[in-house]
């Protein structure tokens, strides 16, 4: 069966939705010295507004999910990237890290929070043969949006310092990210009414399915090792002497790295099976961190940017469509915002409790080897969900 022309209209308007939103969380790596050198904060201080960031779009993800089911994402994501906006041109303003929490930390996060679940999950009822593919494809936003909108921050801070870069940034996300989020529209069912009929289990169906939690520890596992590098590798390299330019651009690497796993890893799930991928993935990320603790210098730091970026991608492409798959199209977006809430104390512990643990020991090698660890649990809670029971509806 062929999927409708606007499913692929659909498709890239989240991976722009998508590129604008994780450009801007993951640009942050570009404004940490600047955070740092202009209010004199430590490295845990710092990353607490990354953490909390995180924290607030994740948890408050199922909330957008339950608003785009209800509302459609079209509206819901045009609201999230004005609160982008907003909270980027506020953190121009900002004169102490207590207002930097508020309007980075806080702003920006709501802003995520209404974007993410609602047009990545928007994507999933559009298809059914090349569902993966799709999932990739748009999911492959973020990987765009990190690879590219660090390194203009970064040009942008030489150009117009902090203050101004991040007003820059503001006015990006009002004509891109405002201009995807238009292009978003629910499936209509195929009866021709609104999306709410199509099959599938409703929020508190999936909530007691075993897979769901399964699914659920694995995100709560893996979100340590999934974050930390986002807010740390680029220290990590400076400390070296790696120049900044460089130390920078390994978190652009990262996003390379996760265009080619999203694209490729759906793909791949599509014909040997999104449960037995999700495993491989797991464990693929766990066995990255094994090259930032050989690191000695810039090369070695950029295979690990690539290969953890190539199995991060794949995480993140299977997940929805795994929610799709095991719960159908009636309420995906408020599943995804759920099973996102996961992740929500691996992006706030994760970053600030490594930059309190490199704060206290000068390293980040207890660190690696906790990433390893909460990794390979990710591994093993994902081999449950092979072959699982889909939720009866």
Not at 118 to 126: D, G, K, L, T
Not at 359 to 377: E, K, P, Q
Request: proline letters at 3%; hydrophobic letters at 55%.
């Amino acid at each position: 069966m062929n999927e409708p022309r606007y499913a692929w209209v659909v498709v890239w308007a989240a991976f722009a939705s998508l590129a604008v939103i994780f450009g801007i969380a993951y640009s942050f790596a570009a404004f940490f010295e600047s955070f740092a050198a202009e209010f004199t904060a430590q490295r845990a201080d710092v990353s607490l507004v990354f953490g909390l960031s995180g924290l607030i779009y994740f948890v408050l993800g199922v909330g957008g999910g339950i608003l785009a089911d209800r509302y459609g994402p079209r509206l819901v994501c045009s609201a999230g990237m004005l609160c982008i906006a907003g909270g980027l041109f506020a953190t121009s303003l900002a004169h102490s890290m207590a207002m930097v929490y508020l309007s980075y930390g806080v702003g920006i996060g709501v802003g995520i929070a209404l974007v993410y679940s609602p047009s990545i999950a928007c994507v999933q009822p559009w298809f059914t043969r090349r569902r993966g593919l799709a999932a990739g494809i748009a999911s492959a936003g973020i990987g765009a949006g990190t690879l590219a909108v660090p390194l203009v921050a970064a040009s942008a801070i030489a150009w117009l310092e902090w203050r101004g870069a991040l007003r820059g940034l503001a006015l990006g996300v009002l004509i891109v990210g405002l201009s995807a989020a238009l292009l978003l529209r629910r499936v209509p069912s195929a009866g021709g009414t609104a999306a709410g009929t199509l099959p599938g289990a409703s929020l508190r169906e999936a909530l007691r399915s075993g897979s769901f939690w399964w699914l659920y520890l694995v995100v709560v596992a893996g979100g340590p090792s999934m974050f930390i590098p986002f807010a740390h590798v680029s220290a990590a390299a400076r400390d070296l002497g790696i120049d900044e330019a460089r130390s920078v651009g390994l978190v652009g690497l990262i996003g390379i790295g996760s265009l080619v796993g999203r694209f490729s890893i759906g793909a791949l799930a599509d014909r040997m099976g999104r449960s037995v991928t999700l495993v491989l993935m797991q464990a693929s990320m766990g066995a990255s961190y094994f090259l930032w603790h050989a690191a000695g210098g810039y090369a070695t730091f950029a295979l690990f940017a690539l290969w953890f970026g190539l199995s991060y991608g794949g995480i993140v492409s299977l997940l929805p469509a795994l929610c799709m798959d095991l719960f159908g199209g009636r309420a995906v977006s408020s599943i995804v915002g759920a099973l996102y809430t996961g992740a929500a104390l691996g992006n706030l512990l994760g970053p600030t409790l490594a930059g309190a643990v490199f704060d206290h020991t000068r390293g980040y090698g207890a660190v690696i080897w906790a990433c390893i660890a909460l990794s390979a649990l990710a591994t093993l809670a994902s081999v449950r969900l092979i072959r699982p029971r889909q939720v009866s509806y």
